[in-house]
């Protein structure tokens, strides 16, 4: 069965970085699918952020596009979000997930969340 | 960007109700070469991560059960639960997944059981 799992520092202080990484199980990140990021603020709002997909292209969120960057490691079927320049504004649940183009892109599984709390 | 609006942003149902929400998109979800509409639903229990439950407005992910109902097109989309459960108790999210990013997701409608 496919499962993706966050991980990451759960504390960044403002103006750092902000780097997670998810390990993906069960299926080759290279294989198929787009590979996403997501985010969750306090009150439940959801914002996608960008995704790597099988190929290796990425995408992200306009609103964010100065501060992202989205990689892979294939031999370790994992891949990584660093979000530059962070300020208390970026506190948030991130979630990694897959979507899936059969399903119009719609994201089918999805990791567990870290938390990331961004104080000084 | 594409603004998804869900309402209302909650509820309270007894168990056996039929539930329905709504989830109305600021442009067409429509893609007119396929006729399909760029929409899911998703349920999230508290303390869980998002899991999908409907795409392309209408089709049912697997194991999903079938109480759950997607449908609209256009801009106008609803997600109906034929008769709740109490494991319904969750939020729900819409998306549009339609075209070239960025993915939109509506604010969600908070389900609760009386």
């Known amino acids: 069965d496919v499962q993706l799992q966050e991980s990451g520092p759960g504390l960044v202080k403002p103006s750092q970085s902000l780097s997670l990484t998810c390990t993906v199980t069960g299926y080759s990140i290279t294989s198929d699918y787009a590979w996403n990021w997501i985010r969750q603020f306090p009150g439940n709002k959801l914002e996608w952020m960008g995704y790597i997909s099988y190929s290796g292209s990425t995408s992200y969120n306009p609103s964010l596009k100065s501060r992202i960057s989205i990689t892979r490691d294939t031999s370790k079927n994992q891949f990584f979000l660093q979000l530059n320049s962070v300020t208390t504004e970026d506190t948030a649940t991130y979630y990694c997930a897959r979507a899936y183009y059969g399903k119009g892109y719609a994201m089918d599984y999805w990791g567990q969340g870290t938390s990331v709390t961004v104080s000084s | 960007d594409i603004v998804m609006t869900q309402s209302p942003s909650s509820l309270a149902m007894s168990v056996g109700q039929k539930v329905t929400m709504s989830c109305k998109s600021s442009?067409?979800?429509?893609?007119?070469?396929?006729?399909?509409?760029?929409l899911a639903w998703y349920q999230q229990k508290p303390g869980q991560s998002p899991k999908l439950l409907v795409y392309?407005?209408?089709t049912r992910e697997s194991g999903v059960p079938d109480r759950f109902i997607g449908s609209g097109s256009g801009t106008d989309f609803t997600l109906t639960i034929s008769s709740v459960q109490a494991e319904d108790l969750a939020d729900y999210f819409c998306q549009q997944h339609y075209s070239t990013p960025p993915w939109t997701f509506g604010g969600g409608t908070k389900l609760e059981i009386k």
């Open positions: 392309f407005a209408s």
């Open positions: 442009q067409s979800l429509l893609n007119s070469s396929n006729q399909k509409n760029y």
